[in-house]
């Protein structure tokens, strides 16, 4: 395709991401949620290409937690659904595909991570983990609240 100003051969695609401050800003409050609730957690945010962008762990969280956190966040910004979510989703479909996503390598299926949409695009995804799964998911929904966002 070429560029209709400067005439140039384009081959890519703007892609919408969560600034810094945004993530930054999204992991303290959920932090501070934990910190309320009188849970240890990990929260971690990603940008819509699944990197990671902004990562606190809380003294004292579980350290299996790092990950699963991240996974969350991959998992929830990867296909922009709830990871909470998954188990009724996957009821929809064949077993092979129920047997088989579970597999897949940084693929949660449970409780904890959110999607990030603004204006309609998937800007990344926030996942938490050390607490219940109603508690993790509460501190993501903390985190999308302080920057103004919804699930």
Do not use: Y
């Amino acid at each position: 395709m070429t560029h209709p100003e400067a005439g140039l051969a384009t081959h890519s695609v703007a892609q919408r991401v969560i600034d810094a401050t945004a993530a930054s800003d999204a992991v303290r409050a959920a932090v501070a949620h934990a910190a309320a609730l009188g849970i240890r957690i990990n929260v971690a945010v990603v940008d819509s290409g699944g990197n990671l962008a902004a990562f606190l762990r809380m003294p004292g969280a579980f350290l299996h937690s790092i990950d699963i956190a991240i996974d969350k966040a991959f998992t929830a910004a990867s296909f922009g659904l709830p990871t909470s979510q998954w188990h009724a989703a996957l009821q929809q479909h064949s077993e092979a595909v129920r047997e088989g996503i579970v597999r897949r390598p940084r693929f949660v299926g449970f409780g904890g991570g959110l999607p990030l949409n603004e204006a309609g695009q998937r800007i990344g995804g926030i996942g938490v983990s050390g607490g219940s799964e109603a508690q993790d998911e509460a501190c993501a929904q903390a985190g999308l609240a302080v920057i103004g966002l919804s699930s």
